[in-house]
Nanobody, 126 residues
Framework: QVHLVESGGELVQTGGSLRLSCTAT????????MAWFRQAPGEERNFVAA??????HYADSVKGRFSISTDNTKNTFYLHLNSLKSSDTAVYYC?????????????????????WGQGTQVTVSS
C-alpha cells in the first residue's frame, strides 16, 4: 500500500504560478500510475492530469497551462500550475494506482483510482 501526501497549495493571484508536490511512501513510486484531481466547493472531483504507463494526459481545461513531472529519487510527483485563473481554485488531490491496473478509458474517473492523499488547497484571487 502507498501513502500519499500533497503540499504546495496556497493563495495566488490570477496569472500566477504554483508547484504542487505529492510524495509517496510505503511502496516504490515507479510501481504506480499517478494522477492529479481537483474538487471545487459543491462540485465533483475532476481529473486534471496523469502519468499512465509513462505517458502524460491532461484535461482540456488545463492543457498548455499545467504540466506534470516526477522525481523518482525523491518518490515525488509534481503538478506545475501556470497562468492560473479563478476557475482553478479547488482542493487538489494526488492519486495512485498500481501500474497495469488502470485502463485508459477510466483514467479520468476518480472512482478508478485506489489511493488518495489528503488534498492541498489552491486559491486563485482576481
Amino acid at each position: 500500500q502507498v501513502h500519499l501526501v500533497e503540499s504546495g497549495g496556497e493563495l495566488v493571484q490570477t496569472g500566477g504560478s504554483l508547484r504542487l508536490s505529492c510524495t509517496a511512501t510505503g511502496r516504490t513510486f515507479r510501481d504506480y500510475d499517478m494522477a492529479w484531481f481537483r474538487q471545487a466547493p459543491g462540485e465533483e472531483r475532476n481529473f486534471v492530469a496523469a502519468i499512465r504507463r509513462g505517458n502524460t494526459h491532461y484535461a482540456d481545461s488545463v492543457k498548455g497551462r499545467f504540466s506534470i513531472s516526477t522525481d523518482n529519487t525523491k518518490n515525488t510527483f509534481y503538478l506545475h500550475l501556470n497562468s492560473l485563473k479563478s476557475s482553478d481554485t479547488a482542493v487538489y488531490y494526488c492519486a495512485a494506482n498500481p501500474r497495469g491496473r488502470l485502463i485508459l478509458s477510466s483514467m479520468a474517473q476518480a472512482s478508478a483510482w485506489s489511493y488518495w492523499g489528503q488534498g492541498t488547497q489552491v486559491t486563485v484571487s482576481s
